[in-house]
């Protein structure tokens, strides 16, 4: 109703709804969809460092938390922050710097469960029998494993002796007698690596992996370190998974002398490589 000068207007509007056509609908939807995509950009960059960091923690090193760094500027940061990562640099002049360290043996000791250690690539790391009591994950930082090389010198047992779950990737590990790689317990993934014992009159000396795993030395090692309940669930039992790994020289790839043995395996035959992919399991 309209009041003008005292006189009543009744006007009637029917309120009809326009009808959306096809062509309107193939228009709108995708502005819709790139405004949800802004939107919930823009709501995951509102988070602040610390929980944006916790977020990317979850990401496997690579390539998943690799490629975040690609994303921009502060997300780069965050993925490549010492929080998330170990870095061994031989070439490094400035130690000051938090993560960065000279060898292998240091990064390990320092690290704390769950950590990423990402290895230098260029010229020979010396390993000889490290360790390796907490979970963590050591991974090459060339392009191919062959850039990052382990060496473990005459007279040592092992490059790496391993009592806890452990992540190897990208690696190349060299043994001159001995092995590799001695795994104690846990649960071992070697993923694209390079095993290499020295072939030599005394090779049947030698093997690339060798495991000791039993149950008893299993909860002894879980009891020392310091980890969620939930964690521990996922590091509880023995195995060795080889997948997508090179092994050259030795008497044979694997010796076990525990609970475990040899099963599913797997070769892929190249020009000029084996490739293997095994499980060194309970039965």
């Known amino acids: 109703m309209i009041m003008n000068d005292g006189e009543e207007f009744r006007v009637h509007a029917s309120m009809e709804i326009p009808k959306i056509s096809k062509l309107d609908k193939r228009i709108a939807e995708p502005r819709m969809k790139k405004r949800m995509k802004i939107e919930s950009l823009t709501s995951l960059n509102n988070l602040d460092d610390g929980c944006l960091m916790h977020i990317l923690s979850f990401l496997s090193p690579i390539p998943d938390r690799y490629n975040t760094a690609l994303v921009c500027h502060r997300w780069r940061y965050l993925a490549c922050h010492p929080r998330l990562w170990l870095r061994v640099d031989r070439f490094a002049k400035d130690l000051s710097q938090p993560g960065v360290f000279h060898n292998i043996e240091s990064a390990v000791s320092a690290a704390r469960p769950g950590d990423t250690i990402l290895i230098g690539a260029g010229g020979n790391h010396l ?17 191919i494993p062959d850039e990052t090389t382990l060496v473990c ?37 070697i993923d694209g690596c390079v095993l290499q014992c020295e072939t030599n009159p005394l090779d049947h000396l ?47 790839a694997v010796s076990t002398s525990g609970d475990l043995v040899l099963q599913r395996v797997r070769v892929m035959y190249s020009k000029a490589y084996l490739y293997f992919w095994f499980d060194v399991d309970h039965e």
């Open 127 to 143: 390993v000889s029998n490290i360790q390796i009591k907490k979970p963590l994950c050591l991974i090459g930082g060339g392009e």
């Open 153 to 189: 010198s005459r007279g040592s047992d092992s490059a790496l002796e391993l009592l806890s779950t452990c992540k190897l990737a990208n690696l190349t590990v060299k043994a001159e007698l001995g092995c590799c790689l001695l795994h104690r317990s846990g649960r071992v993934t």
């Open 206 to 252: 030698s093997c690339p992996i060798v495991s000791t795993a039993g149950d008893e030395e299993e909860e002894d090692i879980l009891s020392h370190v310091e980890v969620k309940e939930t964690v521990v669930e996922k590091i509880k039992g023995n195995s060795v998974s080889v997948l997508q790994t090179r092994i050259e020289g030795g008497a044979k």
